[in-house]
Every structure is written in C-alpha cells, then in structure tokens.
C-alpha cells in the first residue's frame, strides 16, 4: 500500500450504532488530521495529531473521538451520531511544522447515518 | 472572520484557458494553496504560493498578490480529464488551513 489509506470506503449507519473510521498513512508523516467535507461547503478541519499528540480540536461534538495510537494509523470512533453528521470524511498526513508543506489525503470514507 | 471565497462552478471547452480566481481574509497569512478533487477521490496537491506573483508548473500557473489577498489558478489547453473541483485554501498566522468551498469545474468537448 501507499500514499494513504482509509476504511472503509462507505459506512451506513444507524443513529444509536457504533464504528469506527481507519486510516493509515504509508509517507513517514508525523502529522495526521481529520477532515470532515459536506457537498458545497469548505473542508471543516476536525482533529490534528503531532508525534501523536492532539494538537488540535475545532469544537468536534464529543459524539467523534479520534485515537492516534501511533504516528502511522489515525482512527475516528462514531457514536450515537447524527443525520447531519453524513458527510464524507477525510484523513491527511503531512510533515509536522513545515509550513509549506502539502497535505496527502486519502480518498475518503463515505458516511451516511440513518 | 476568516474566509475564503471562489465560484461554486464554471464550465470551459476543451482546448481553452479558464481562470479560477479566490479572495481570502484571514487573520495573518502564510500562504495559499491550490488542491485538485476529481469526483468520489482525493484532493491532491496542485501548488503552492507564499511571495507574489506567478508560478508556472506545465498547463497550470498559479497567481497570488497579498496586498489584495487574491489568488488565481490559470489552467491552459484544457483536457477532459480536468474536469474536477479545485479547492482554494489560505494558511493564517497560526499555521491552520483555511479552506474554500471549491469550485466545480466542466470542461466541455
């Protein structure tokens, strides 16, 4: 595998499910972020890990809850989410603290929440 | 507030030049950049501008002038294959990525 990766692909889920969104980045990046992007608005940034540390949370709902085991694999834990909460998600990786750094996304899990 | 804005859609022929153009106010700048999206993908890196001025790289040039916090994307000899989103996003002064809606573009044969 390379570049980066996330699964699954497509998620449907029930409002009291829940899951659990992987992505895994094969670029020997120690910044990692969350991204989540519904149809015509902005990319709303979620969560950035630094050497595994969170650095960052863009006043996520405490219904997303990110875990950073390492600074290879980054997961999102779903639960009791909501309608509007369907979006599709994104995870990226970059070189921590290079400013001119691009990030590398993978290609995204679709979520519907029922 | 921080904000980035750039048309929601525009369409080409293939063959021809379109600009994409995006304004930007941001509580201090460090850069902006362009990303591409084709449908149901990735976005993916596209370029990159912190001084003014232009930059070329193959068909796609971008512009930036921070005294009018303006920027363009210039995409010439229009392929089918850029029919994509392309995403506009500044960099503020605490490093975060402050991101445009995208604009949709067509290319029409």
């Known amino acids: 595998e390379t570049g980066v990766t996330q699964t699954p692909r497509h998620l449907v889920m029930g409002m009291t499910n829940k899951k659990s969104l992987k992505c895994e980045q094969h670029?020997?990046?120690?910044?990692m972020y969350w991204y989540k992007q519904s149809a015509k608005k902005p990319l709303e940034l979620m969560f950035v890990?630094?050497?595994?540390?969170?650095?960052e949370n863009n006043s996520v709902p405490s219904r997303f809850s990110p875990e950073c085991p390492n600074s290879s694999h980054l997961f999102l834990h779903l639960h009791t989410l909501q309608p509007e909460d369907s979006a599709l998600y994104l995870c990226?990786?970059?070189?921590?603290?290079?400013?001119?750094?691009?990030?590398?996304f993978g290609p995204g899990t679709r979520l519907t929440v029922t | 507030g921080q904000n980035i804005d750039q048309p929601t859609e525009m369409t080409a022929t293939e063959g021809a030049i379109v600009q994409i153009n995006c304004t930007y106010q941001?509580?201090?700048?460090?850069?902006l950049f362009w990303y591409q999206q084709h449908a149901g993908e990735a976005p993916t890196f596209l370029s990159y501008?912190?001084l003014d001025g232009l930059e070329e790289k193959g068909r796609f040039s971008s512009f930036l002038s921070r005294s009018k916090g303006y920027s363009y994307l210039l995409l010439k000899e229009l392929q089918m294959k850029d029919s994509a989103s392309y995403l506009c996003?500044?960099?503020?002064?605490?490093?975060?990525?402050?991101w445009g809606a995208g604009t949709k573009l067509i290319i029409k044969p």
């Open positions: 990226a990786s970059s070189e921590a603290g290079e400013v001119s750094g691009e990030q590398y």
């Open positions: 670029l020997g990046h120690n910044a």
């Open positions: 890990y630094n050497f595994k540390e969170q650095t």
């Open positions: 941001t509580s201090g700048f460090n850069g």
């Open positions: 501008n912190v």
């Open positions: 996003a500044a960099l503020d002064s605490n490093y975060q990525l402050i």
